[in-house]
């Protein structure tokens, strides 16, 4: 079982307009609604190559209520913490005319202590069927930069492959990294920020690899 943490997830809807511009009325040619997060979308792709996979993480109010719904709907086992404050959603605005794409994304719920420890404690009971455990996506507000890092030090197992990707956070992945996960996937930008360099060559890069893995990172790509 591969199981994906999603800890600030969002119900993702998408709308296109043709000639879309600021200041002004318009009406979508079409749309989509579906849940989202960095966890939620990687749960969606392992159910669709026929993977075993459990979505965790937090959400709330009626927002959360269609999160756990949709998934289900859908096919994709999850076990989530339901949280006092709802969850976000995110709007996306694809003009087909320009290929502009806009992004609108709410800050999303605060998340109080003690519902990110009865998150710790769910993850506990949900690696022991696990084989990696994925962490993918931003923080909510509210909780300490070293989520991240305490989550994987709740791994018991050194069987337990533990993913961390995408948390757009140098601070964040930073603490992450010191985790010592067994893998860290970050896009470029990120990289280079957490290493404090430019990657400008071939050369540059797998010197960045290196100081990531010196971080604590087993493996990064």
């Known amino acids: ?21 600021h200041g002004r009325r318009h009406r979508s040619s079409s749309g989509i609604t579906l849940p989202g997060g960095h966890g939620v979308t990687i749960a969606r792709a392992l159910r669709r190559l026929g993977d075993p996979v459990i979505a965790t993480g937090m959400v709330g109010g009626l927002t959360g209520g269609n999160i756990v719904e949709r998934l289900t709907d859908e096919g994709i086992l999850n076990d989530f913490v339901r949280i006092a404050e709802p969850s976000r959603t995110s709007t996306a605005v694809i003009d087909p005319v320009s290929g502009a794409h806009t992004e609108i994304n709410e800050n999303g719920p605060r998340v109080r202590r003690e519902e990110v420890d009865l998150l710790i404690s769910k993850l506990r009971y949900l690696v022991r069927a696990s084989r990696c455990i994925i962490l993918a996506g931003t923080l909510p507000r509210d909780v300490d930069a070293d989520l991240y890092q305490r989550i994987v030090r709740t791994v018991p197992s050194p069987d337990v492959t533990t993913v961390a990707t995408q948390p757009d956070d140098t601070e964040v992945l930073r603490a992450a990294v010191s985790a010592e996960p067994s893998l860290v996937i970050i896009d470029q930008r990120e990289a280079e920020s957490l290493v404090g360099h430019e990657f400008a060559t071939d050369e540059d890069f797998l010197i960045g690899l290196d100081e990531l893995a010196r971080m604590g990172a087993s493996k990064a790509a």
């Open 1 to 21: 079982m591969i199981t994906t943490v999603t800890l600030n997830a969002a119900m993702d809807r998408s709308l296109v307009v043709p000639n879309f511009a």
